[in-house]
């Protein structure tokens, strides 16, 4: 397993030529992603890192202050590493585990032109043809998607709903980069046409016909769960470009970090670090312990980290004004990384009512 220090070497002061370039260079996501580093809780016995929660976030946490592109790899891989995991057979977990922590990618596809936050609104259609399995429809910004050679893609099946898994190359296939994204620059999400896509029924995983909530919430829990972390990455960042600045840049006759405002800003930075980090460890400790509050605790989690990151980084360009307002500046890339993690894994007006909800259950 790559550690810490070896993945910071690996990406160097990159993230912003692959910001601008909108692209990862290839060897280096398959040299991270045959270490297992993109899905670090794939147990031993498929080759896996087997790393905790808890582990597994500190090291999002890592790539996500180093690069917010990156890391969406790492999320998206983990979470159709879950989804095999979770639902797959014995057979199909080992067969596609060993796979993604050798070097094969996969992005996960819930998201239609007609279903964003409301995913019961799916029409994708994942049906059985006796010995085969045929997928139609159409996703839209699939991370990791113009990188992947796997695709979990969720529909409908029957009464209920589905997860399949779809190599790239299948017939009917067609992935199309998503042009100029806001953020996350280089983490190649495309939109996925899926025109009767066939593929032998072993494709399909276990658990068709379940609920489409219960499929989608399990791998949105994990995913909601790295992103969080993934955003005290990106408040980190932004804590290390700050206080250096305000340290070194004076105005006045003294340094930016003697101006109260100023100190207030890295303040509250700190504030908004340490809180994401909590409730994140809170989560993941969740899930390590197995315990049935791991679903709120991974929407707060995510929900928390996600508007902290998207504060904490306006708050981290307002400190480094013009030093910081050029296109690829890790602040100014992390201000428009953070307010994407504001939409996505379930936007702030999604977790604030599966919260008021959990409240309710809780507190009425
Ligand atoms: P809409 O659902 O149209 O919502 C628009 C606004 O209305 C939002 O502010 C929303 O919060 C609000 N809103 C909607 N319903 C309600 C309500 N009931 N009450 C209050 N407010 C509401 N999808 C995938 O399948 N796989 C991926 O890997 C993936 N990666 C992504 C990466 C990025 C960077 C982005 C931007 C998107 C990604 N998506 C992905 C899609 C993402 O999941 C959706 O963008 C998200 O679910 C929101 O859907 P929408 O964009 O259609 O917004």
Known sequence: MIDHAEITDLVGDQADAWDRAGRLPLDLVGKLAAAGVLCPQVPAEYGGPGMSSLAA??????????CSSLRSLMTSQGMA???????????????YLPQLVSGQLAGVAFSEPEAGSDLSAMATTIEREGDHVVITGGKVWVTGATYADLLIVFGRNGQGAAAVVVPTTTAGVTVTAVPDPMGCRAAGHANVQLDSVRLPADHLLSGAGLPLEWLVTSALTYGRLSVAWGCVGILRSCLTATTKHARTRHQFGKPLAEHQLVGRHVAELLVAEQAATRVCEHASRCWDDGKPELVPAAVLAKHLAAGNAARGAAAAVQVMASAG?????????????????????GSNEISQILLAEHAMAVWA
Do not use: C, N
Request: a negative charge; aromatic letters at 6%; charged letters at 30%.
């Open 57 to 66: 976030g500190e090291l999002t946490a890592h790539v996500g202050a180093l």
């Open 81 to 95: 590493a879950w989804t095999i995991r979770r639902f797959g057979s014995t057979e199909q977990r080992a067969e």
């Open 325 to 345: 307002a050029l296109d690829g500046h890790p602040v100014a890339r992390a201000y428009r990384d953070a307010k994407l993690m504001e939409i996505i894994e």
